[in-house]
C-alpha cells in the first residue's frame, strides 16, 4: 500500500533541491532554453507542434535490416476506436522471442508510438527480443480511463497473436517511460485483475504515478528541471479533469493509490534524485515490497527528468541505461 503524508506535514520537512549531476547541469543549461516557462490546459496544441519527443519518420527502425517493421491497426477497447501498434521484429530469430511491450511517455498529452522507441530498439538488439510500441489517445480531448484502456487492449491483442508474430506469450515485459511508466504500472495492474495476459515484467523509468503533486520533490524541484509540478499540475489535469486530487481517483489512472501492490510481476523502477517524480517512484518500489513482491529501484543521483534521453552521452545516462540492461538480461535467463 502506497500513502501520502499530508502536503502541510510534508511542507515542514522539505529542504532545497538536491544538486544536479555537474555534467547533467550544463546540459540542462541549454535545454531549458528550449522548454516552456509555463504549462496549461490551452497550451497543449503548441506543445503538440513543438516539442519533438518523437523521433519520427527519420528513425530507422529497422536498424539496418535487423528487424522487419509493420504498423498494423487493432481492435482498441469495446465501443472505441481501433488502435495502431508499431512491431519491430527480429529478422533472424529462429523461435518464438520474448517481446518488449512499450508504452510511450508525453505526460498523458503528447507523443506517439515511435516517441522513445529508439532505447526499446537497443534492447532488442542486445537481448534479441521484439518491440511492440502502442499508440494510444491523448488527454484532454480523450481522459481516462481511454488511455490505460488503450493500452491494456494492445497488450491483449499482442499476447492473443503472440504466436502468429513470432512471440513467446510467456515472456511479455511491458515498459514506459515518464507517463507511459505510470500507463505501464497501470496496465501491469489492469492485467493482474482481469487475469491476463501473463506478464514476465515491468519496466518503470522515471514514472508518472501519483495525481497529488504533492510528494516533498514536488515540491523540491517546482520550477526546476524538467517537467516541474506546474508541468505534472498541466498533465493529471488534462487526464482527470475536476477529479485531480481526490480520494476517489482510480489506480488505473493515477497507480499510487493503489492500495494492493501483491500478485505483480518483477518490477525494475529508475528515476532521478532531482525530479518531481522521485518520491513517488520510491513509495511504489516500497509498496511493491510491502506487497512481498520483486523490485529493484534505482535513484540516480542528481538525475532530472528525462536526463537519458536528453543528455545521452553523460556519464550518469550510461550507468543507467547498463542499468536497465542488466536487470533485463537476468530476467530473462531466470
Not at 124 to 146: C, D, I, K, N
Request: proline content about 8%; charged content about 20%; some cysteine.
Amino acid at each position: 500500500m502506497t500513502t501520502n503524508a499530508s502536503a502541510e506535514a510534508q511542507g515542514s520537512r522539505v529542504g532545497p533541491p538536491p544538486p544536479f549531476d555537474p555534467e547533467l547541469a550544463a546540459a540542462l543549461e541549454i535545454i531549458r532554453e528550449q522548454l516552456p516557462s509555463s504549462f496549461s490546459i490551452e497550451m497543449i496544441p503548441a506543445l503538440r507542434e513543438g516539442v519533438a519527443l518523437s523521433e519520427g519518420a527519420d528513425l530507422d527502425l529497422t536498424r539496418d535490416g535487423a528487424f522487419a517493421v509493420e504498423e498494423r491497426t487493432v481492435p482498441g477497447p469495446q465501443g472505441a476506436p481501433d488502435i495502431s501498434l508499431l512491431i519491430c521484429r527480429p529478422t533472424r530469430a529462429a523461435a518464438a522471442v520474448p517481446v518488449v511491450y512499450h508504452v510511450h511517455g508525453g505526460g498523458m498529452v503528447i507523443g506517439d508510438n515511435r516517441t522513445g522507441v529508439a532505447e526499446m530498439l537497443d534492447w532488442a538488439q542486445e537481448l534479441g527480443t521484439a518491440v511492440v510500441s502502442v499508440e494510444y489517445r491523448l488527454a484532454p480531448e480523450h481522459p481516462h480511463p481511454a488511455l490505460v484502456e488503450d493500452c491494456y487492449a494492445g497488450l491483449k491483442w499482442t499476447a492473443e497473436h503472440a504466436g502468429e508474430l513470432g512471440f513467446d506469450p510467456e515472456r511479455i515485459i511491458v515498459a514506459g517511460e515518464s507517463a507511459g511508466g505510470g500507463l505501464t504500472a497501470a496496465v501491469a495492474l489492469l492485467a493482474r485483475d482481469r487475469g491476463a495476459p501473463a506478464l514476465l515484467g515491468q519496466v518503470l523509468l522515471c514514472p508518472m504515478l501519483d495525481d497529488r503533486n504533492d510528494t516533498p520533490s514536488s515540491r523540491q524541484m517546482a520550477g526546476l528541471g524538467v517537467w516541474d509540478r506546474a508541468a505534472n499540475h498541466m498533465g493529471w489535469t488534462a487526464l482527470l479533469g475536476d477529479a485531480r486530487g481526490r480520494p476517489d481517483v482510480s489506480p488505473y489512472a493515477a497507480p499510487a493509490r493503489a492500495e494492493d501492490l501483491s500478485g505483480l510481476p518483477p518490477a525494475f523502477i529508475d528515476v532521478g534524485s532531482a525530479e518531481t517524480f522521485r518520491d513517488e517512484a520510491v513509495a511504489y518500489a516500497s509498496g511493491l515490497w510491502q506487497a512481498g513482491g520483486r523490485a529493484e529501484l534505482h535513484v540516480w543521483p542528481g538525475g532530472f527528468h528525462g536526463y537519458d534521453l536528453m543528455a545521452p552521452q553523460a556519464a550518469l545516462s550510461q550507468d543507467t541505461k547498463a542499468a536497465r540492461l542488466r536487470w533485463l538480461r537476468r530476467l530473462l535467463e531466470n
